[in-house]
């Protein structure tokens, strides 16, 4: 089992930075495959970006790529999501999510992929 918090929200405007941390427990962290999701007011739960195993592979949504980097480090049990050039429209509540996996090389982009979820972080930013 995984337990995963999230840490690194916050007030920022528009054109900020911001790096949102997980944290994960358990021995089988390199086992899962992980993604950040958010989720707007009023809208559905969206995946912004997502990792494999290995951190060799990635993917980003449309709206971040290009301002997003997710990255992982195995031996601490953490997943990052660096956020640059923040727009209003990133306003949400941030959730990691694990992804049990064999494949070392593959990400997943399906909320019913996950396996464990994160309680959340909100992130606001401000025009």
């Known amino acids: 089992q995984v337990q995963l918090v999230e840490s690194g929200g916050g007030l920022v405007q528009a054109g900020g930075s911001l790096r949102l941390s997980c944290a994960a427990s358990?021995?089988?962290?390199?086992?899962?495959?992980m993604g950040w999701f958010r989720q707007g007011p009023g809208k559905e739960r969206e995946l912004a970006a997502a990792?494999?195993?290995?951190?060799?592979?990635?993917y980003y949504s449309d709206s971040v790529k290009g301002r997003f980097t997710i990255s992982r480090d195995n031996a601490k049990k953490m997943v990052y999501l660096q956020m640059n050039t923040l727009k209003p429209e990133d306003t949400a509540v941030y959730y990691c999510?694990?992804?049990?996996?064999?494949?070392?090389?593959?990400?997943?982009?399906?909320?019913?992929?996950?396996?464990?979820w994160g309680q959340g972080t909100q992130v606001t930013v401000s025009s």
């Open positions: 999510a694990a992804c049990f996996t064999y494949s070392s090389g593959s990400y997943f982009s399906e909320i019913n992929d996950y396996d464990y």
């Open positions: 358990g021995r089988t962290f390199s086992m899962y495959a």
């Open positions: 990792i494999s195993r290995s951190g060799g592979s990635t």
